[in-house]
């Protein structure tokens, strides 16, 4: 059973940044495609960023040039940086890894983006 603690979630104005984390209980991102969703009250969860084993990222066209996903194996950890903030951003955020036939989620982090 793979476990995660996500952090960096919390409240900050329009045109901040944030950096959510990710640590796995194991070496599973070197191992494995990762990535980030998230979900709106009142909307379906949607996917926002994802990397690959070899280091390849890709993004929901609402977060390119202001979201960067990355991967530290010897720490664990798969980041989210956020930058330029808006107020549609706001979520809670959910890290998984997707492993052969399963797919392992994160508990969630709270983003709010709010003046």
């Known amino acids: 059973q793979v476990h995660f603690v996500e952090s960096g979630g919390g409240l900050v104005q329009p045109g901040g940044s944030l950096r959510l984390s990710c640590a796995a209980s194991?070496?599973?991102?070197?191992?494995?495609?990762a990535g980030w969703y998230r979900q709106a009250p009142g909307r379906q969860r949607e996917w926002v960023a994802s990397?690959?084993?070899?280091?390849?990222?890709h993004y929901v066209d609402s977060v390119k040039g202001r979201f960067t996903i990355s991967r530290d194996n010897a720490k664990n950890t798969v980041y989210l940086q956020m930058n330029s903030l808006k107020p549609e951003d706001t979520a809670v955020y959910y890290c998984?890894?997707?492993?052969?036939?399963?797919?392992?989620w994160g508990q969630g982090t709270q983003v709010t983006v709010s003046s």
């Open positions: 998984y890894v997707v492993a052969g036939t399963s797919t392992y």
């Open positions: 194991g070496s599973i991102f070197s191992r494995f495609a």
């Open positions: 990397i690959t084993t070899g280091g390849s990222t």
